[in-house]
């Protein structure tokens, strides 16, 4: 069974940083066709804003762009965020999500973790 575990949320003060961590089971995080980070603030669509593939290429979104750091660690079967500079308009709930084979459009989600950026 395909789960997904997010992590490592919490209250920040502009300018601090985070490291989101996704905890994945029933597959492996390095075979996953893709694997990306979404978030969605209250009241807005979830949006993408950073994904990883199977051959570890990265994409970013361009408000986020070097803002944030999208990795995995195939020992510990875990995808990270990084994220450095946050903002008050980074507060929302972020979401780990696969897509396991390149044939499936199928994506996995998990529950979210919260994140909240103070000015």
């Known amino acids: 069974q395909v789960q997904l575990v997010e992590s490592g949320g919490g209250s920040v003060q502009a300018g601090g940083s985070l490291r989101l961590s996704c905890v994945a089971s029933?597959?492996?995080?390095?075979?996953?066709?893709?694997m990306a980070w979404h978030r969605q603030a209250p009241g807005k669509e979830r949006e993408a804003l950073a994904s990883?593939?199977?051959?570890?290429?990265?994409t970013y979104a361009g408000p986020v762009k070097g803002r944030l750091n999208i990795s995995k660690d195939n020992a510990k079967n875990t995808l990270y965020l990084q994220m450095n500079n946050l903002k008050p308009e980074d507060t929302a709930m972020y979401y780990c999500?696969?897509?396991?084979?390149?044939?499936?459009?199928?994506?996995?989600w998990g529950q979210g973790t919260q994140v909240t950026v103070s000015s």
């Open positions: 029933g597959f492996t995080v390095s075979n996953a066709f893709s």
């Open positions: 990883i593939d199977s051959d570890g290429s990265t």
């Open positions: 999500a696969a897509r396991l084979y390149w044939y499936s459009t199928s994506w996995y």
